[in-house]
């Protein structure tokens, strides 16, 4: 994940989003390694949990769903249910009380039943009332977007666009696809590794994945799509990138196993293709000097 030309670039860009990004790979991390490799839960643990929600959670709200990974660690890891519902109930008040503190006039804003008006069309957009008592718009919108902006998801994601998403600043698409196999290689089983994400886990991943991929979406739609648009606007790739690694890893079977263990020579190889992004980009820019 951080060799992608779009990593990369939000983290030399400084950008606030790799803050982000490092804030939801860690969390995801803690939440993982207490699911499959901690005897227990300690106190400790729960703290940083919930500090890294506190954090996280007012830059971006949508990432919420992402602390439903810790439904990943088995209760008895925590000594029992009553200790189990406390330290639910820490983390969640820790990211509500945090929202509370940053984020109150947002919400109030984004969940009024007055229609919003989104500057740069200068046309109205929708209210959170309208979007909710009209199911068949909200899944006609969602099914628009993935049909035609797919494709464009995928290519923001690894970073075909950089800049201000700039067409001029492009990565070559044959460099998108090695990134995109790259990590697929990444994240296929190698020989002798044990699977340690049953197949229940992994359906609970993916539903986690695509809860927040939803609420992403949901939000451009509320904040940055105008009544007269056909698909939800204002949504990037690289919204996606903070749950990537984890659905990456749910992807390991029994099925897809590699004969060769490849990691370090994908991860050299994807360093000199960003070696070659590095250098095209220059020499874009000075042209455009």
């Known amino acids: 994940m951080a060799l992608l030309p779009m990593t990369l670039h939000l983290t030399g860009s400084m950008s606030y989003d790799a803050m982000i ?5 860690y969390f995801t991390a803690v939440c993982l390694d207490l699911a499959y490799e901690k005897e227990n839960v300690r106190v400790r643990d729960i703290v940083v ?6 954090v996280m959670g007012p830059c971006k709200m949508v990432y919420a769903v992402l602390m439903a990974f810790c439904f990943l ?21 820790a990211f509500v009380i945090a929202m509370v503190l940053v984020n109150s006039q947002t919400i109030a804003i984004y969940t009024s039943e007055s229609e919003t008006y989104v500057t740069w069309a200068e046309e109205a957009g929708y209210s959170f009332g309208q979007l909710l008592s009209n199911p068949k718009l909200l899944f ?17 994601m690894i970073g075909a666009y950089l800049g201000n998403v700039d067409v001029v600043l492009d990565v070559p698409y044959l460099a998108v696809m090695f990134f995109s196999l790259g990590l697929l290689g990444l994240s296929f089983r190698k020989p002798g590794e044990t699977l340690k994400i049953s197949m229940g886990q992994r359906c609970f991943i993916w539903i986690v994945c695509l809860g927040c991929a939803g609420a992403v979406m949901f939000s451009m739609l509320l904040a940055w ?11 990037q790739g690289r919204y996606f990138l903070p749950f990537l690694p984890v659905l990456l890893m749910s992807l390991k079977n029994n099925t897809v196993v590699l004969t060769k263990d490849v990691n370090r020579t994908l991860l050299y190889l994807m360093c000199v293709a960003d070696c070659y992004v590095i250098l095209r980009l220059f020499s874009i820019v000075s042209m455009r000097l």
């Open 140 to 156: 006609q919108m969602f099914y628009n977007t993935f049909v035609w902006q797919a494709e464009y998801y995928h290519l923001t």
């Open 21 to 25: 990004l490092a804030l939801a790979f």
């Open 49 to 54: 949990l919930a500090a890294v929600v506190a």
């Open 225 to 235: 799509t105008p009544v007269s648009s056909k698909v939800i606007t204002g949504v």
């Open 73 to 93: 660690i088995p209760v008895r890891k925590f000594g029992g249910w009553r200790n189990y519902l406390l330290s639910a109930a820490a983390v969640l008040a």
